[in-house]
Protein backbone atom coordinates (compact mmCIF):
# COMPACT_ATOMS: atom_id res chain seq x y z
CA UNK A 1 0.00 0.00 0.00
CA UNK A 2 0.77 3.74 -0.82
CA UNK A 3 0.03 6.76 1.17
CA UNK A 4 0.34 10.29 -0.59
CA UNK A 5 0.72 13.37 0.75
CA UNK A 6 0.34 16.19 -1.51
CA UNK A 7 1.83 19.81 -0.25
CA UNK A 8 2.85 23.16 -1.37
CA UNK A 9 -0.35 24.53 -2.52
CA UNK A 10 -1.67 28.33 -1.69
CA UNK A 11 -2.65 31.78 -3.08
CA UNK A 12 -0.53 33.19 -6.07
CA UNK A 13 -0.92 36.08 -8.40
CA UNK A 14 -1.73 34.95 -12.40
CA UNK A 15 1.62 35.05 -14.16
CA UNK A 16 3.21 33.22 -10.86
CA UNK A 17 4.53 29.82 -9.90
CA UNK A 18 4.17 27.34 -7.83
CA UNK A 19 6.16 23.84 -6.78
CA UNK A 20 3.87 21.02 -5.71
CA UNK A 21 5.19 17.86 -3.85
CA UNK A 22 3.88 14.81 -2.90
CA UNK A 23 5.43 12.53 -0.74
CA UNK A 24 4.92 8.77 -0.63
CA UNK A 25 5.32 6.10 1.86
CA UNK A 26 6.12 2.42 1.22
CA UNK A 27 9.51 1.12 -0.41
CA UNK A 28 7.63 0.07 -3.74
CA UNK A 29 7.49 3.93 -4.93
CA UNK A 30 9.96 3.69 -7.72
CA UNK A 31 7.57 0.66 -9.23
CA UNK A 32 4.97 3.51 -9.45
CA UNK A 33 3.98 5.31 -12.53
CA UNK A 34 2.82 8.96 -10.69
CA UNK A 35 0.04 11.62 -11.93
CA UNK A 36 -1.26 14.86 -10.91
CA UNK A 37 -5.25 15.57 -11.60
CA UNK A 38 -7.40 18.57 -10.54
CA UNK A 39 -10.44 19.03 -10.00
CA UNK A 40 -12.11 22.65 -9.85
CA UNK A 41 -15.39 23.44 -7.67
CA UNK A 42 -18.40 21.40 -9.64
CA UNK A 43 -16.14 20.50 -12.12
CA UNK A 44 -15.10 16.49 -12.63
CA UNK A 45 -11.25 15.90 -11.67
CA UNK A 46 -9.28 16.11 -14.79
CA UNK A 47 -5.92 15.19 -15.71
CA UNK A 48 -2.43 17.82 -15.29
CA UNK A 49 0.15 14.95 -15.94
CA UNK A 50 1.91 11.97 -15.43
CA UNK A 51 5.88 10.02 -15.11
CA UNK A 52 6.68 7.29 -15.71
CA UNK A 53 7.99 4.55 -12.95
CA UNK A 54 12.44 5.79 -13.75
CA UNK A 55 11.42 9.78 -14.63
CA UNK A 56 12.09 9.26 -18.28
CA UNK A 57 8.93 9.54 -19.59
CA UNK A 58 6.04 12.17 -18.73
CA UNK A 59 2.61 13.21 -20.19
CA UNK A 60 1.06 16.17 -20.05
CA UNK A 61 -2.84 17.76 -20.93
CA UNK A 62 -2.59 20.09 -23.54
CA UNK A 63 -4.01 22.87 -20.82
CA UNK A 64 -1.05 22.77 -19.04
CA UNK A 65 1.81 22.23 -21.70
CA UNK A 66 4.94 24.20 -22.10
CA UNK A 67 3.74 25.78 -18.75
CA UNK A 68 3.95 22.79 -15.86
CA UNK A 69 6.59 20.43 -15.17
CA UNK A 70 6.26 16.90 -13.45
CA UNK A 71 9.41 15.16 -11.92
CA UNK A 72 10.40 12.75 -9.29
CA UNK A 73 13.14 11.65 -7.11
CA UNK A 74 12.56 8.26 -6.10
CA UNK A 75 15.53 8.37 -3.64
CA UNK A 76 13.03 10.97 -1.70
CA UNK A 77 9.98 9.01 -2.37
CA UNK A 78 8.65 11.98 -3.74
CA UNK A 79 7.53 13.01 -7.44
CA UNK A 80 7.11 17.02 -7.73
CA UNK A 81 4.62 19.49 -10.25
CA UNK A 82 6.32 22.79 -11.04
CA UNK A 83 4.08 25.23 -12.03
CA UNK A 84 4.65 28.49 -14.59
CA UNK A 85 2.33 31.41 -15.34
CA UNK A 86 -0.61 30.24 -13.82
CA UNK A 87 -3.58 31.31 -15.02
CA UNK A 88 -7.00 31.47 -13.28
CA UNK A 89 -8.53 28.61 -14.75
CA UNK A 90 -5.27 26.44 -13.22
CA UNK A 91 -7.43 27.26 -9.29
CA UNK A 92 -8.07 24.07 -8.23
CA UNK A 93 -7.70 21.04 -5.32
CA UNK A 94 -4.70 19.18 -6.82
CA UNK A 95 -4.00 15.45 -6.33
CA UNK A 96 -1.39 13.14 -6.80
CA UNK A 97 -1.96 9.31 -7.34
CA UNK A 98 0.02 6.21 -7.67
CA UNK A 99 -0.59 3.69 -10.40
CA UNK A 100 0.90 0.27 -10.12
CA UNK A 101 2.34 0.32 -13.59
CA UNK A 102 6.17 -0.27 -14.70
CA UNK A 103 5.17 -0.41 -18.52
CA UNK A 104 6.11 2.31 -21.34
CA UNK A 105 2.82 3.89 -21.59
CA UNK A 106 1.05 6.29 -19.61
CA UNK A 107 -2.51 6.61 -17.99
CA UNK A 108 -4.76 9.93 -17.91
CA UNK A 109 -8.38 8.13 -16.55
CA UNK A 110 -8.93 8.60 -12.62
CA UNK A 111 -9.90 4.99 -12.39
CA UNK A 112 -6.69 3.51 -13.44
CA UNK A 113 -4.38 5.02 -10.56
CA UNK A 114 -4.53 3.10 -7.21
CA UNK A 115 -4.09 5.19 -4.67
CA UNK A 116 -4.60 8.95 -4.21
CA UNK A 117 -3.28 11.54 -1.63
CA UNK A 118 -5.54 14.12 0.25
CA UNK A 119 -5.48 17.12 -2.15
CA UNK A 120 -3.67 20.15 -2.40
CA UNK A 121 -6.13 23.78 -2.59
CA UNK A 122 -4.37 26.09 -5.62
CA UNK A 123 -5.87 29.26 -6.21
CA UNK A 124 -4.82 31.82 -8.91
CA UNK A 125 -6.04 35.44 -8.30
CA UNK A 126 -6.48 37.60 -11.57
Known amino acids: QVQLVESGGGLVQAGGSLRLSCAAS????????MGWFRQAPGKEREFVAA????????YYADSVKGRFTISRDNAKNTVYLQMNSLKPEDTAVYYC???????????????????WGQGTQVTVSS
Open 97 to 115: AADWNLGSSLRSRTYEYDY
Open 26 to 33: GRTFSSYA
Open 51 to 58: INWSGGMT
